[in-house]
């Protein structure tokens, strides 16, 4: 069984969704690490999902899970994709640490500790059910709406989700495939090292995602590890697919997306608060990961946000 179905089992919840959108797109994302877990349904196309060293495709009708801290790509032809940005409990506050991560063989022995629980496989749930996609659906309308009891209805419409998947998977309704790792037996790091760069990567998105971004975050956190540099970046690469250098850039170009969708601080301000002190190398590196410049990207995500508003006041005027 799942680790997020034993935890259902077992486990009281409260979730909450922090984000939720219905994209279309050329659908060819650079790497980028999430904060939090995201469900995303394919409504069209097909692709390549990669986490690290390792890929499964996907294709029209299937349900994405990705867990947060997870380096991670999606490819494919135009597609449209709506996604659901949530944790397993409500935390207003900023981004707790990530909890311990566990598998098949921990069942009954995880916990909940600042809410989330970190999954240890990204995993392709393959074409799921009616109820589901009504839910998600729903989840979306309802997030860009501006109902009296939004928070309600969203926490509502995603207990059904999550019901109708669980009991589809159990109930063998829908088949799934875990992204696992493609090390061989030989290469594999042995558990008290595999929990030292979990804890590295986990204290990284903490410190990145909570304040402004010291540039010898990396040194500073790799020191109390009782692993050789060398062997610690060897084995964050074999575990994450990138450098712990390329893993605090990603973190800080999520940072940087996320406050340029968010704020109004400007291109300087944020390059300081993600650990650039050069504006010019910081916008060049930005442009480099993500195609366009941070005041473009910014212009983008003015004119969709725009877009989508105007596309509900022609449904409202219809209705």
Request: a neutral charge.
């Amino acid at each position: 069984m799942l680790p997020f179905m034993q935890m259902l089992q077992k486990q009281p919840i409260r979730p909450y969704v922090r984000f939720a959108h219905h994209m279309l797109q050329a659908l060819d994302i650079v790497p980028r690490i999430i904060f939090d877990h995201e469900f995303v349904w394919i409504e069209k196309g097909k692709g390549i999902l990669t986490v690290g060293e390792s890929f499964l495709p996907y294709q029209k009708g299937d349900l994405l899970l990705i867990p947060p801290g997870t380096v991670h790509a999606l490819s494919g032809p135009f597609e449209a994709h709506k996604a659901i940005h949530f944790d397993w409990e409500h935390r207003p506050e900023a981004q707790e640490s990530l909890d311990q991560q566990i598998d098949d063989g921990q069942a009954g022995r995880f916990r909940l500790h600042g809410g989330s629980l970190w999954l240890p496989h990204a995993i392709v749930f393959q074409k799921v059910g009616d109820e589901i996609i009504a839910a998600i659906d729903e989840i979306v309308d309802v997030y860009q709406s501006k109902a009296t009891f939004r928070s309600l209805q969203l926490q509502a419409a995603f207990s059904r989700l999550l019901l109708h998947l669980v009991m589809d998977v159990d109930e063998g309704r829908t088949a799934y495939v875990q992204l696992v790792s493609k090390d061989s037996p030989h290469m594999a790091a042995t558990l008290e090292e595999k929990a030292e760069i979990t804890g590295l990567a986990d204290q990284l998105m903490t410190r990145v995602e909570k304040a402004d971004v010291d540039p010898g975050i990396l040194q500073e956190l790799m020191q109390p590890i009782p692993l050789g540099e060398a062997q610690i970046r060897r084995l964050f690469k074999r575990q994450f697919g990138y450098t712990p250098h390329m893993y605090v850039t990603l973190l800080c170009m999520n940072k940087a997306r996320k406050l340029l969708q968010e704020g109004s601080k400007s291109v300087q301000e944020i390059s300081f608060s993600c650990g650039y002190e050069d504006a010019k190398y910081f916008s060049r590196l930005f442009r480099k990961l993500e195609g366009v410049a941070p005041a473009e990207f910014r212009e983008l995500h003015r004119l969709y946000r725009a877009e989508q508003s105007s596309k509900k006041s022609i449904v409202k005027k219809v209705e």
